[in-house]
């Protein structure tokens, strides 16, 4: 039986268990008049059965994706003909994905599938077997625990307080799953950068003024020996990222005021989604608009002040980056703003005070800590961007502040540094994950300290 075959049967024996669980629940109750008689309402008594019959078998998949294509692979692996018998790591890899290539069908070598085709016939016939199994263990384990629901169903049977806690723990299970996903992601981050740092000092990487990756790629090949100073890096990620919110932070501040304040509700209603379709566009979209128009835009005003302008600056790419995240500004500022109390609006307005005044003294102090938090957030957006800066300026590692220049980001070398053929455990592949290690620490950071002043704004206005 197929996967999506068994999950459709799985999920028809669910269904019946909660109607069977329902119905058992008003029978032993005496009838619908009865039903005060249950601790529980019907429907929870078929939740719960049908709880009985889903946990298990899911379990049982769960276990199966985990482990059951490892435990095959195993198997073909110690069945392999005499030429490829003792390889080990990423060679006895290959082979095992030549191996999962002729089992469907895509990997027709002419030599090595003949060679092949025997651990091929294996794969299959395990996996074969192994749904079989799997199938009819899932599917008695799943009536064996809507049978076992059905049968203990008494009016005095807690249903509900069972369905609650059932729940109440599958969102632990799924804030858990957030949790060590997150610090799984770390992890593997910081274990290549460290090997990174066993290559490359840390302080040249941190306090580097020069960042030139290139490395040979063999150790007979002569090449560059590559510079990894990041200094460069950040500035040019400092000054995109600046020059971003000295757009977006004013604009989205004051489009937060004005609709907070100012804006009739119908108005309210049309300008917010408006300004909110900006946070939708894709940024590739976005580095289209900065290369296609900004740049042309910003030379012809350059040349016009006498100021060289480069094609590709981190001015154009800035200014572009501010009105994506413009949006990020104006809807938090905007909640922030609306959670001041009314009760402080109206008492400044009855002491004689302007509507400006009292946004001025009384509201837009109120809503400060919430604003910074908010500002902040926008500022991790604006580091992680990544497409309009490659777009729009450019990837050249200049540890420069002016504006008009080309600068690349950490972001975008990021992604260069992973693109090519050098090998994973080569300085310049490494460096990467370094980069990526300083960049999450740094959002964290940001996000943290947002966080902590939002919480703070809490306290003291709830």
């Known amino acids: 039986m197929r996967l999506p075959t068994l999950l459709i049967v799985l999920a028809a024996l669910v269904a019946a268990a909660f109607l069977l669980g329902r119905r058992r629940a008003v029978t032993v109750a005496g009838g619908y008049r009865a039903i005060r008689r249950l601790h529980s ?35 073909v692996a110690a069945a392999l003909p005499a030429p490829y018998d003792g390889l080990k790591g990423p060679e006895l890899g290959l082979v095992l994905n030549d191996v999962r290539g002729i089992a469907t069908g895509q990997n027709t070598i002419g030599g090595q599938q003949g060679e092949l085709q025997p651990a091929a016939d294996l794969l299959v016939e395990l996996r074969q077997a192994s749904l079989w199994v799997l199938s009819t263990l899932a599917i008695a384990l799943s009536l064996a625990g809507g049978l076992i629901a059905y049968r203990t169903i008494q009016p005095q049977l807690q249903a509900r307080n069972q ?6 723990w599958a969102l632990i299970a799924a804030s858990t799953l957030a949790i060590f996903t997150t610090i799984g992601i770390l992890l593997s981050v910081a274990f290549e950068a460290f090997r990174f740092f066993r290559q490359v000092p840390l302080t040249d990487f941190l306090f580097g003024l020069e960042w030139s990756p290139q490395t040979a790629m063999r150790a007979d090949q002569v090449g560059s020996s590559g510079a990894f100073g990041a200094v460069p890096l950040f500035a040019g990620t400092l000054l995109v990222s600046g020059i971003a919110m000295a757009v977006a932070a004013p604009l989205g501040l004051m489009i937060a005021i004005y609709l907070s304040e100012y804006a009739r509700p119908a108005v309210r209603a049309v300008v917010k989604p408006a300004v909110e379709v900006l946070a939708g566009i894709p940024t590739v979209v976005y580095g289209y608009f900065a290369v296609l128009t900004m740049a042309p835009l910003l030379r012809t005003a350059g040349e016009a002040l006498g100021l060289s302008v480069a094609s590709e600056s981190a001015l154009g790419a800035g200014l572009v980056m501010g009105v994506m995240i413009i949006p990020f500004v104006s809807s938090l500022a905007d909640d922030v703003i609306n959670a001041v109390p009314q009760a402080m609006r109206d008492g400044s307005l009855a002491l004689g005070a302007t509507t400006s005044e009292t946004i001025k003294r009384v509201v837009f102090p109120a809503a400060l800590p919430g604003i910074v938090g908010a500002l902040l957030l926008a500022v991790s957006r604006a580091i992680g961007e990544t497409m309009i800066v490659v777009m729009a300026a450019g990837l050249s590692a200049n540890l420069t502040a002016n504006p008009l220049e080309a600068v690349t980001t950490v972001t975008v070398q990021i992604v260069t540094l992973l693109v090519g053929d050098q090998e994973f455990d080569s300085p310049k592949t490494l460096a990467a994950f370094a980069l990526g290690l300083v960049l999450f620490l740094v959002t964290l950071a940001l996000n943290v300290i947002a966080l902590h002043v939002v919480r703070r704004y809490r306290e003291q206005y709830e």
């Open 41 to 75: 309402l019907p429907q929870y008594h078929g939740y719960r059965a049908a709880l009985w019959a889903a946990t298990p078998a899911l379990l049982l998949l769960g276990v199966w994706l985990a482990a059951g294509e490892s435990l095959i692979m195993a198997r």
């Open 163 to 168: 369905v609650e806690a059932a729940l109440k």
